[in-house]
């Protein structure tokens, strides 16, 4: 993978929210790489962070109350950051495409199938009606829902809950996008349904060579997607590497514990481990490393001073005072 | 197929709607005291020409034959005679007809054409001027009857400026007054629907995915939003217009114009059980398949809602 080429770079991103004379620091400076043909998952709890910053990714921070208080998202040499809503509106879609967790909320109930996609090529790709139509037949076969284009005439709610997800990354991908969200796009699904439609989205990544940012809050489903892992803790990176690496040696306390939360064949019988307490809002994150007050490796030091995020000759990055310790569980 | 069975389910709640307000009407007017006979009799009549016009009315026979005589007839639209002048009932509602669903016509596309477009700006650009002049408006046309407005206007353009005919029907000018007093109460209700339907679409979730799709703008609110904002204001719209075709008794009355709902009063002042009976079934009627009608446009827009 080291050889792949960098595809989208958050650099430093600092987001907060700002309710009256309350800020919420909902980002706190986070660096992630994304590459071609690789997909990246982004794992945590909710309120950490994951969905923030797919929508910064995309220029779709509601401002106000949203604010990009530092940083920069860098692809295709642009500072995506920089650019104006009309500029951003021609990557939105076109190059940058998003997936969402409940398809049938996220698509419009009123539209056909082949109208929400037709109406990107449209726009898009100044493709006409039949050329639009025939592509967006072809779309369907690639993501799984029948060569014979019948989903172009139905409505959303006409589809099941995997057939409408498939139908929302045909949607995406339409304009064949160079980096795709993927925002917790199985957690509304069947378990069954989901292993389906995480297949398809590698399958597509290989075949499109898109990069892919896969937001979940499930290691599980990360670890059965992913080619590189970054947790995500109180809106900041607490641990990032290749899913190998991440999965055999886990340096942070914090991803131990989202690993030990698993379920896990061979420890059939045995209570699952749960972590104690949950993620601090974004307007009182403690101070130093913001997981301490549910630590169990937590001393003084990590009240008081925030560990920076450090990276070893592997790439193995790491945000932690104690990283690699262990402790009795 | 999902249409076919949606048709013939709303259908059969159209059908069904008109047998249980017949049966309403049919045991009310049995109910209220008084015997149509002998108010057609007069106070003198001996006993034997009460009995004649009974037998006469049918009202002799028992309770439930006169029922199913009555059911009958309605399925025929039939609705017997008045008792004063001994016409048709139908060919009387149908005389006046002509003029109230024109005026309701006028009065229902006053009321959409200003207050979708109006309703719609006020959700989009949300406490902007646009919206103040929009809930001022909303808020005045619910506030003020419309008899009265019918009353100043009359006075503004009939009296003092005379540009309008004051009194009756005769030609299209008359038809002005009385359709802007009717359609400014319903576009003020019209208008609060559009709005508070267009604000709701507008924070679901399909508008964050036509946003990440890179639409502009004016399509993810112009399409997205507004093909879902419109469908409550189709059902509103519907049932405002099943009200007008009822008749604007007050309207009516204030511009001298001979509708519906000047007949129905005339037919209460005089007791005409015949023609108040008949005036009821006939707007519950209309009423009902305005409403049909609405729910068909509604699932032609809304296809979803077929199978819920």
Redesign the interface.
């Known amino acids: 993978m080291a050889d792949a080429k960098e595809l989208l770079k958050v650099e430093n991103l600092g987001v907060c929210f700002i309710h009256g004379t309350m800020e919420a620091h909902a980002l706190r400076g986070i660096d992630l790489s994304f590459y071609e043909k690789e997909i990246h998952g982004l794992v945590g709890e909710s309120g950490s962070g994951k969905t923030v910053t797919s929508t910064c990714i995309m220029g779709l921070l509601p401002s106000p109350p949203g604010e990009i208080t530092s940083g920069r998202i860098l692809f295709e040499n642009e500072n995506l950051l920089e650019l104006s809503q009309g500029q951003m509106r021609s990557y939105r879609g076109r190059k940058i495409a998003m997936v969402f967790q409940e398809p049938s909320k996220y698509l419009n109930p009123a539209f056909k199938i082949g109208e929400q996609i037709t109406e990107m090529l449209r726009l898009h790709l100044d493709m006409n009606k039949e050329k639009a139509r025939e592509r967006a037949k072809e779309l369907l076969g690639l993501v799984g829902l029948g060569k014979d284009g019948r989903v172009l005439d139905s409505y959303p709610h006409e589809l099941s809950g995997g057939m409408k997800q498939r139908a929302m990354i045909a949607i995406a991908i339409s304009c064949n996008p160079r980096f795709l969200i993927a925002d917790e796009p199985t957690t509304a699904l069947d378990v069954t349904l989901q292993l389906q439609i995480l297949r398809l989205i590698k399958e597509l990544k290989d075949l499109l060579g898109m990069g892919v940012l896969f937001i979940s809050h499930d290691l599980g489903v990360v670890k059965e997607v992913a080619d590189r892992v970054s947790v995500i803790y109180a809106g900041r990176i607490v641990e990032s590497s290749t899913k190998g690496t991440l999965f055999d040696k886990p340096l942070h306390p914090y991803t131990k514990l989202l690993m030990l939360s698993i379920p896990d064949a061979h420890r059939r019988g045995q209570r699952l481990a749960t972590i104690p307490g949950r993620v601090p809002d974004a307007d009182a994150t403690p101070s130093g490393c913001a997981f301490h007050p549910r630590c169990p490796l937590a001393d003084d030091r990590c009240k008081s001073e925030n560990p920076e995020l450090r990276g070893n000759e592997d790439g193995h990055k790491v945000a932690c005072h104690h990283a690699g310790e262990s402790w009795n569980i | 197929m999902d249409f076919v069975k949606f048709f013939a389910r709303r259908l059969g709640r159209l059908l069904l709607t008109v047998f249980i307000i017949s049966t309403l009407v049919f045991f009310v007017v049995r109910v209220i005291p008084g015997d149509p006979a002998l108010i057609i009799a007069g106070m003198d009549a001996s006993p034997e020409d009460v009995q004649a016009i009974r037998v006469k009315l049918g009202t002799d026979k028992p309770l439930l034959s006169q029922y199913l005589v009555w059911l009958s007839s309605i399925a025929r639209f039939d609705f017997g005679t008045t008792l004063i002048s001994g016409e048709p009932v139908i060919k009387l509602i149908m005389e006046r007809f002509p003029l109230t669903l024109t005026l309701a016509l006028l009065g229902i596309s006053i009321g959409i054409f200003v207050a979708v477009p109006l309703g719609v700006m006020s959700a989009v650009k949300r406490w902007s001027l646009w919206d103040y002049f929009g809930l001022v408006f909303s808020q005045l046309g619910m506030a003020i009857p419309s008899f009265w407005l019918g009353m100043l206007l009359l006075i503004l353009f009939a009296v003092k400026i005379r540009i309008l005919p004051l009194f009756g029907a005769d030609t299209p000018a008359h038809f002005i007054l009385p359709a802007v007093s009717l359609g400014f109460a319903r576009a003020a209700i019209i208008l609060r629907m559009a709005r508070a339907s267009m604000i709701e679409e507008l924070s ?3 508008i ?9 703008e004016r ?1 993810v609110k112009y ?2 939003a507004l ?2 904002g419109l469908l409550p204001v189709i059902t509103v719209t519907g049932i405002q217009f099943g009200y007008m075709l009822g008749g604007a008794i007050i309207v009516e009355q204030v511009f001298s114009m001979p509708g519906l709902g000047r007949l129905f009063l005339f037919g209460i002042y005089q007791r005409d059980f015949t023609l108040i009976q008949g005036g009821v079934i006939f707007v519950a009627i209309i009423f009902s398949l305005v409403n049909f009608l609405a729910d068909i446009l509604y699932s032609i ?4 809602i077929r ?1 819920e």
């Open positions: 679901k979730e399909y964050i995915t036509a946003r990440a799709k890179g639409l502009t399509m399409k997205h093909k879902n827009v809304n296809p979803k199978v």
